[in-house]
């Protein structure tokens, strides 16, 4: 496959001379404390990307539409009948939820069978429409079709096609698997099945929903919960189980404006990393999956947003806020652990200083407080948050000794479990990999006859990747050398979430980056902030260039179906990249 080196280049280049247009940090004043004051064009402003935003992530995202009917055939049979002898090339069902296996069995008269075909259904297998071909058999004609199952799995709808390639109507003593006819799509693709972490995260939700103990306990319970809500509104659909997810990847572009205009002011810089946050490649793909990663970082972006208001304007309200937002996050995914880290030390950092200028005279209180708002209610709220989980044993108090034991057994498999990882991944990378770009993981493709192929990955913006990276050592010397606290807390926001993947050696891959990439655009605004007016044209240019950058790689992160050979030729910058 080509690679075009070309392309980075280019961009490397671009981003250089961005660069250039950089003043001298040793005398540069420090970036001033703005009007924080939204007014109307900021509302305008930010609700005309969020809509553009929204048009194009909602578009694509998943059938509104699939079975909803689905049968266990464990130590059962099911008997298709065909309306007349056919000659059969191959069979499609839609997988439920449950592991176990089927055999399918062909038969002229209904009472002597003949085996055809079996079929595992472990857990990668589910919320996927499911394929066998049949076309290398003898094609004897046959009238019935008989499906016998082992083990809980469960079979949604099945189409049964002739020698001719056309679907063939049919009727069951199993109204389950053949009450949806009209749901058959032509082939699987992402559109109407599940792909990589979905069988995981939103079987769970699922599962939440019909009040089954959840097969995927290694996260904390609330991120699923959240999912299933998209669930309960669009139906156990694609794009049910995808809608929550995107929402709040819509919900993250006002979020990061109004965290940037109370950092930096004014309009360009928070517009400018709100368009670069909408055009970053882990942002859209990321959140367009139904699993768990988006909920934490959502919940990242308030944690800091919060703990920023605190620590400059002192006003411990928004140190509560921060502390709820945390609780969320923990109650997610257990990385905003990390960034619980880094509030913490933000924390100290703004304590020493006030005593160093002997103003600590309410820092055991604020201790109390913390241990309130960053203890107490996170622990609640972590703990309530198994409510599912006991309620699927019948357990309906959280009093309940089984309550708690529920919880704390989670705890422990959680732990064993993510220290304990061994399994490998053709598209896993290391935190390295991470800051240069060099490992996206590809989530899926597709290769169609016709020369055109389907496929998405999740990776930074290269743009943002390596204008975002040269960004952190501009804050590393604004924060050490002139002691800007801006510069110090933008970076420690972004070292939370980064160091502690230094040090584990499990499986990782390209999104964990995904909360540290978020103060990658901070960091950019930060840089934005030194620059002024008189460079904005170089802020507009690089702002361009991310969002040139989206618009030639959608292919590659929508699915969008595409040429082959053009995509590889436009699109595989590195060795490293399956584009």
């Known amino acids: 496959m080509k690679t075009t080196y070309f392309f980075p280049a280019i961009t490397a280049l671009l981003i250089v001379l961005f660069y250039l247009g950089l003043p001298d940090l040793k005398r540069i004043p420090l970036p001033h404390s703005p009007d924080r004051r939204p007014d109307r064009r900021d509302a305008l402003l ?36 065909l309306g007349g002898e056919e000659s059969v090339s191959r069979v499609q069902f839609y ?22 075909a079996s079929f595992e259904q472990g857990h990668a297998a589910l919320l996927k ?28 709808e099945v189409a049964v096609y002739g020698e001719d390639g056309r679907m063939l109507p049919i009727l069951s ?34 599962e939440h929903l019909r009040n089954i103990y959840p097969y995927e306990v290694s996260h904390p319970p609330l991120g699923k919960l959240i999912l299933s809500v998209g669930i309960a509104l669009f139906g156990m659909t694609p794009f049910g189980w995808r809608f929550m997810g995107t929402l709040f990847g819509v919900l993250m572009l006002p979020l990061m ?54 620590v400059s304007t002192d006003r411990w309200r928004y140190l509560a806020l921060s502390g709820l937002f945390f609780a969320l996050g923990a109650a997610s995914k257990w990385t905003c652990l990390y960034a619980g880290a880094g509030l913490g030390l933000i924390w100290l950092i ?4 006030k005593c160093r200028s002997g103003d600590g005279g309410a820092f055991f209180k604020n201790i109390l407080f913390c241990l309130l708002f960053f203890v107490l209610v996170p622990g609640i709220i972590y703990y309530l948050s198994y409510y599912p989980y006991a309620l699927a044993e019948g357990i309906t108090s959280p009093f309940d000794r089984g309550y708690a034991q529920i919880v704390l057994e989670n705890q422990k498999f959680m732990f064993t479990y993510h220290s304990g990882v061994t399994a490998e991944h053709p598209y896993s990378s290391r935190w390295y990999q991470w800051i240069l770009d060099i490992r996206p993981i590809l989530y899926y493709l597709k290769y169609y006859p016709d020369g055109t192929r389907s496929s998405f990955g999740a990776w930074v913006n290269p743009v943002l990747c390596w204008a975002g990276l040269l960004a ?20 420690i926001g972004y070292l939370a979430q980064l160091l502690p993947w230094v040090f584990i ?39 361009g260039l991310c969002a040139a950058l989206f618009l030639l790689f959608y292919p590659a992160l929508s699915g969008l179906r595409v040429d082959n050979s053009t995509a590889s030729a436009l699109l595989q910058w590195l060795p490293t990249w399956p584009f």
């Not at 429409?129 to 809980?152: C, F, H, K």
């Not at 960091?523 to 702002?543: K, N």
């Open 46 to 81: 930010v609700t005309l990307l969020t809509l553009t935003y929204a048009a194009v992530a909602f578009g694509n995202l998943g059938d509104t539409q699939a079975p909803q009917t689905v049968r266990s055939l464990d130590g059962e049979s099911a008997v298709i009948d």
């Open 129 to 156: 429409w499911q394929e066998l071909d049949l076309s290398s058999a003898p094609q004897t004609p046959v009238r019935y079709l008989r499906i016998s199952g082992n083990g809980p799995a469960e079979l949604g």
């Open 505 to 543: 050696t499990r499986i990782t891959f390209e999104y964990h980056y995904f909360p540290s990439s978020v103060f990658l655009i901070l960091a950019l605004g930060y840089v934005f902030s030194l620059m002024g007016r008189r460079e904005r044209w170089r802020i507009l240019g690089l702002t």
């Open 173 to 206: 003593d199993c109204p389950e698997l053949c009450d949806e006819q009209e749901l058959v799509p032509v082939e699987g693709t992402y559109l109407n099945s599940s792909y990589f972490d979905e069988i995981y995260h939103a079987r769970t939700a699922w």
């Open 257 to 310: 404006y109004a965290f940037a205009k109370k950092l930096y002011g004014g309009r360009l810089i928070p517009g400018c990393c709100a368009v670069i946050f909408a055009a970053d490649f882990m942002h859209f793909t990321q959140t367009r999956i139904a699993t768990i990663d988006t909920y934490a970082v959502f919940f990242i972006l308030l944690m800091y947003l919060f703990m920023w208001l605190f």
């Open 472 to 491: 952190l050592f501009v804050l590393a010397y604004m924060a050490l050398a002139r002691r800007d606290k801006k510069a110090g807390f933008l970076l």
């Open 95 to 116: 997988t439920g939820i449950g592991q176990g296996s089927y055999t399918f069995a062909f038969s002229p008269d209904g009472e002597i069978w003949l085996p055809a």
């Open 350 to 353: 703004y304590w020493i200083r």
